[in-house]
C-alpha cells in the first residue's frame, strides 16, 4: 500500500472499532459465593451458543452465562443448594427445578435447580426466551456434571396428612 494511503486505512478501521464494541458489551454479573466450585467450570465451559435463539455473550463474572441482546437469560452457578419450599417445582428432562413466578406480569421469571449442589439460578424473560429451551439446552450438563443430593420435587399431594387427633 502506498505510504499516503496508510493513515487513511488506519482511520477506516479505527472508525469501526465503536461499533464492533458496541456488538459485544460485556454483561455484568455478579458471582454466586461457590462460583470457584469445579462443577461450575464444567457448566459455564460448556453453554450452549444460543439458548431459546438468543446468542450467547460475554459476561464479567465466573461460572455465569448470558443470552440475547438486550440480555434475556442470565445463568449464575455456584448457589446454595435449596431446601424445601413452597415454589412449584417442575421436572425437565430429568432436572427439578423451583419455579419463582412472583414477576410472571413482567414475564419474568427465575429457575433454581432443586437437588443437585451447587444450585444454577436462571433469570429469564419469558418474552423473548422459553423455559423449556433453558431447561432442554441445561439438563444434560446438569446431569453430568453437578452432584445431586438426593432431593427431589414433591407435590403437596405427595404428602402424607398429618393424623388428625381422635374425639
Not at 11 to 31: F, K
Not at 59 to 85: F, H, K, M, R, V
Request: aromatic residues 4%; glycine residues 6%; contains cysteine.
Amino acid at each position: 500500500m502506498p505510504r499516503s494511503r496508510r493513515p487513511l486505512a488506519l482511520l477506516a478501521v479505527l472508525a469501526l472499532l465503536p461499533g464492533l464494541a458496541a456488538c459485544t458489551t460485556t454483561v455484568s454479573m455478579e458471582p454466586a459465593k461457590a462460583a470457584n466450585d469445579p462443577a461450575c467450570a464444567q457448566i459455564t465451559s460448556r453453554l450452549p451458543k444460543s439458548i431459546s435463539g438468543q446468542d450467547r455473550r460475554w459476561t464479567d463474572a465466573q461460572a455465569t452465562g448470558a443470552y440475547g441482546n438486550p440480555a434475556s437469560i442470565l445463568i449464575t452457578c455456584g448457589l446454595e443448594a435449596p431446601g424445601p419450599s413452597t415454589l412449584p417445582c417442575r421436572t425437565f428432562d430429568g432436572v427439578d427445578w423451583l419455579v419463582d413466578e412472583s414477576q410472571a406480569t413482567d414475564q419474568k421469571y427465575t429457575l433454581t435447580t432443586f437437588g443437585h449442589q451447587p444450585a444454577i439460578q436462571v433469570f429469564l424473560n419469558a418474552g423473548t426466551a422459553s423455559s423449556a429451551d433453558i431447561a432442554r439446552a441445561l439438563a444434560p450438563l446438569i446431569r453430568d456434571y453437578l452432584p445431586a443430593t438426593g432431593q427431589v420435587c414433591t407435590s403437596p399431594a405427595d404428602a402424607t396428612p398429618a393424623p388428625t387427633p381422635s374425639s
